[in-house]
């Protein structure tokens, strides 16, 4: 069961037109069936696309995936 894409989510973009390769991001609004998302993390082929948007693309939220995060401590090495 696949939970809806909400405010704040990272997700992954793996199908556009719009790009060549997969993205990350985090989605700043949901309008509807589409999704505005801040790209955090792309392939470099698409950095002109993502530069000339100011980094923020519209997507349909069918083409996002939620993303979990998990967090992770870092061992302490000064020992």
Known sequence: MF???MT???VKCSQDDQ???PFFGRVCRVIGQQAVVEV????????QIVSTNDFYVTIPTKNLRRVKIT???RPDLSS
Request: glycine share 4%; aromatic share 20%; proline share 0%.
């Open 8 to 10: 704040g989510d990272f």
């Open 3 to 5: 939970k809806k894409i």
């Open 19 to 21: 790009f060549k390769q």
């Open 71 to 73: 967090k992770c401590q």
């Open 40 to 47: 955090l993390n792309f392939h470099f082929t698409d950095r």
